[in-house]
């Protein structure tokens, strides 16, 4: 990098690039291999948090399920509506779907280990590719809730755009405490920095507000106000079926998956753990799963929140309260 | 009348009891302290495990006076036929659902305890509402309302129940609910 232009996107640690493309391909197959699974777990966790099986027909204890879903919506017709702006209609989910997987890149599930680093792409700028990714499946829905041609649709798209101004700062501002405290933007030094003590300790109420915040940008209950099957019938993707509406759904999952990677990155201590190195992927798994619970646990408790509510706890409470721990963060950091 | 009811029994007056006002710092705090007990009551859920009943492998127990499908009987020792054909089922039946040909009966070779048998004794059962008033109205306790619930068909010919169908000694697929259950 001789040039005087900043490095936008400075890798830390070079490899082969054959071993670029096998890490891609294995962790694009893991993750692809674990929401399916998410799906059926989550719904019969929320069967079990409402006393009842949840899927239980298919395969031994419905662990086939996932795969009836998906020959059922793989199986069914590719439509559109007359409506719809064709280019536009087929593009909402392919971004949606993009931006889930490039965000999968940058979780770190271990060190560098015999010149291999157990993470897709350790970017320099990390926090901030997590976010200029993520954000892009807002324009996935924004599209596709226009470009439907429906005006549920459009009500879902709506929602999705005054919900993102609303909890992308807070969002943001919950990350930069963990960010000062390690003085890097990059995902594995901020993993490392948390060698002594994960960040859930000094940095708690920035967990808080980032799951908070996390469930809002996943637009998963309580804040599923873009979809909100009740009012919207499922908002956006409305006017979507077949394989494009199962991409939806996949995003969600994939979205998930990345935020609570980024949260267990960031908070709770990441692939660190007890045991020999080679478990440390495994440590990441086993906390993005357990926040995975978390997320189905807070779908099977709170109700759908109201639209002012949302934009008021948005505003009026999470931003200056993520406001507040920045500057406390920052204080301490530079007293300390 | 003590303090906490300053009005009469019987005035029309009620206390509107209010909650905290929403907003600020206490409905923050206070919607986070709810939401946290809202988790621990979903949790203490997920682990009292399932009371679903799986329908067609495991049946919902009936009460014993459940009313479903209806039954005729016969005498257990002489193996004769309660019905005596009064057709007073008939009139009772307010869907309209039963039909009743009486004939005499043959001294040599009776069907029934009486002077009279049924010869067409027909329910139909895509029109019963099942309120049991058949039962209440017979006479001779020949017709009862059985246990068995599950009577979908595919034509509704198939539903109207003869006289030998409702004769026949029908298989117990509904368990019965114990006492106190």
């Known amino acids: ?336 | 009348m003590s303090e906490e009811f300053p009005y009469l029994e019987d005035d029309d007056v009620v206390a509107v009891q209010r909650g905290p006002e929403p907003g600020g710092a206490g409905g923050a705090y206070r919607a986070f302290g709810e939401t946290l007990r809202g988790l621990k009551t979903t949790m203490a859920r997920l682990f009292e495990g399932p009371d679903t009943i799986q329908y067609p492998e495991e049946k919902t127990p009936v009460y014993p006076r459940f009313r479903g499908r209806h039954k005729l009987h016969k005498f257990e020792d002489t193996g004769l036929e309660k019905c005596v054909g009064c057709s007073l089922c008939a009139a009772a039946c307010p869907a309209d659902c039963i039909r009743v040909v009486a004939d005499e009966n043959d001294p040599e070779n009776r069907v029934s305890a009486g002077e009279r048998y049924a010869a067409v004794y027909e329910i139909n059962l895509s029109r019963c509402i099942f309120c049991g008033y058949c039962e209440v109205a017979c006479p001779f306790d020949a017709i009862t309302m059985g246990h068995e619930y599950e009577l979908a068909d595919y034509n509704r010919g198939d539903l109207i129940f003869t006289k030998e169908m409702l004769l026949a000694e029908s298989i117990e697929r509904a368990p019965l609910r114990r006492e106190g259950e």
């Open chain 1, 1 to 336: 990098m001789s040039s005087t232009l900043l490095p936008l996107g400075d890798v830390g640690f070079a490899e082969a690039t054959w071993i670029l493309v096998a890490k891609s391909i294995l962790i694009f197959l893991g993750v692809f291999l674990v929401v399916p699974v998410l799906t059926v777990v989550e719904r019969k966790l929320i069967g079990r948090f409402q006393h009842r099986y949840g899927p239980n027909r298919v395969g031994p204890v419905g662990t086939l399920q996932p795969l009836a879903d998906i020959l059922k919506l793989a199986g069914k017709q590719v439509f559109r509506p007359d409506a719809a702006v064709p280019f536009l209609y087929a593009l909402g989910p392919a971004l949606v779907i993009f931006s889930g997987i490039t965000t999968i890149a940058i979780l770190p599930f271990g060190d560098v280990k015999d010149g291999v680093g157990f993470y897709g792409i350790d970017v320099s700028i990390g926090v901030l590719y997590f976010f200029a990714f993520s954000s892009l499946s807002f324009y996935g829905l924004l599209l596709s809730g226009w470009a439907s041609g429906s005006k549920y649709s459009f009500l879902g798209a709506m929602r999705a755009a005054a919900q993102l101004i609303s909890y992308e700062i807070a969002l943001g501002l919950s990350l930069l405490g963990a960010v000062m405290m390690t003085g890097s933007l990059s995902l594995v030094s901020i993993v490392q920095a948390q060698d002594e003590i994960w960040f859930i300790v000094p940095q708690f109420v920035g967990f808080l507000i980032f799951m908070i915040a996390g469930f809002a940008e996943t637009n998963r209950a309580p804040f599923d106000l873009p979809e909100a099957d009740a009012e919207l019938v499922q908002g956006f993707q409305t006017e979507y079926g077949g394989t494009r509406f199962a991409s939806f759904l996949l995003a969600e999952y994939l979205e998930m998956f990345v935020v609570c990677g980024i949260a267990s990155a960031f908070f709770l201590g990441g692939w660190m753990g007890p045991g020999p190195g080679w478990l440390d992927p495994i440590w990441m798994v086993i906390k993005i799963l357990a926040l995975i619970f978390v997320f189905i646990w807070v779908r099977a408790t709170v109700p759908r929140l109201r639209y002012d509510q949302l934009m008021s706890l948005g505003w009026k409470f999470l931003l200056p309260l993520a406001t507040l721990n920045v500057l406390v963060t920052a204080v301490l950091v530079v007293v300390l």
